[in-house]
């Protein structure tokens, strides 16, 4: 039973989900609230309540989860090849059970994403998560194994992780309300530097991780990056974006600066902007799968550090 327990944890990718929901919570408590706090705005009070908050992320770690099931599924012969000791689909778990977990794990969250809609009265929420279930299935199916739609798919969804947020705040009345348009365009700012961010270094490591597996994809048909272009043609991608991402993290501390935020300049510095370059200088010299294994690693870091930096407008 254990080791069932263990498989299935495995399966759905348990640290990814506390991740969706760390970032989940410091984008509502360190933004999200404060925005609504801050100032004299009696009377204009944020509609994703605390319960409807909780509900929604919970939404999204199922939704998540269910995406993680549906791809170890149909990429079973994939991984026999690129990680056969980390197997878990019909080694431990039945192909059968796997897809009876998909569906039950994303009907549930698209219930209840349904009922957040209903309460924040909002269709977008419901709308996007059901959209997302979608294109989870098409992306396990068919999209991972084209040429960069897969990527670019699974980079907007971790960029919804935050974006959800804002769109269950969004309301037609900021069109006649000076003040909620004032607000919401201030957390509009924060949705789009957090959401872009998250947008940019998934679609970077996405472009790493086909790298890393090549072998096994090639072998069944698979049209990604590395594949197509080959290996030095996704590099030249992936640095790019890199370069873009550093660059729009220096043009940022100019921003931080005039806003007198000291603390965040040595934060983004240390953990975000240096290790990126190194990781643009090691992606260069690169060359074997634990090589890409241990760039793509070093990314998620990043990812990680970013999120945290959410602290720092709590804070300031």
């Known amino acids: 039973m254990t080791r069932l327990l263990g498989a299935f944890f495995r399966l759905i990718r348990w640290p990814n989900l506390v991740f969706i929901v760390l970032t989940q919570v410091l984008f509502y408590y360190c933004i999200l609230l404060p925005d609504f706090q801050s100032g004299n705005f009696t009377g204009y009070e944020n509609v994703l309540r605390p319960p409807w ?69 909002n269709p977008f929420v419901a709308l996007g998560n059901l959209g997302c279930v979608v294109l989870l299935w098409f ?27 804002y769109v269950a705040e969004f309301r037609l009345v900021i069109f006649r309300d000076p003040v909620y348009h004032y607000l919401l365009s201030r957390l509009f700012k924060f949705a789009i530097l957090y959401g872009g961010f998250a947008f940019i270094i998934s679609l970077i490591r996405e472009v790493v991780k086909d790298i890393e597996d090549m072998h096994g994809d090639a072998r069944y ?24 991402l550093i660059g729009s993290l220096v043009v940022i501390q100019f921003y931080v600066l005039q806003n007198g935020w000291w603390i965040v300049l040595p934060y983004c510095a ?3 902007i240096l290790p990126l370059i190194w990781i643009l200088r090691r992606l260069y010299k690169a060359v074997t799968v634990a090589e890409y294994h241990l760039l793509s690693s070093y990314i998620k870091g990043v990812m990680l550090a970013g999120i945290l930096s959410m602290i720092f407008i709590k804070i300031v």
């Open 221 to 244: 048909g698979c049209r990604t990056m590395p594949i197509v272009w080959g290996v030095n043609a996704a590099k030249v991608f992936a640095a790019t974006w890199l370069v873009v």
């Open 270 to 272: 240390i953990l975000l």
């Open 139 to 165: 992306y396990s199916t068919t999209f991972k194994r084209k040429l960069l739609i897969g990527n670019v798919l699974i980079s907007l969804m971790t960029a919804w992780v935050i974006l959800v947020m």
């Open 53 to 121: 908050f909780y509900l929604l992320s919970l939404s999204s770690i199922l939704i998540a989860a269910a995406g993680y099931i549906i791809n170890d599924y149909f990429d079973l012969n994939i991984d026999r090849v690129n990680k056969p000791d980390r197997l878990v689909v019909e080694k431990i778990i039945k192909r059968r059970w796997t897809i009876l977990w998909h569906w039950i794990l994303s009907g549930v969250g698209v219930v209840i994403g349904a009922y957040v809609s209903l309460k924040v009265h």
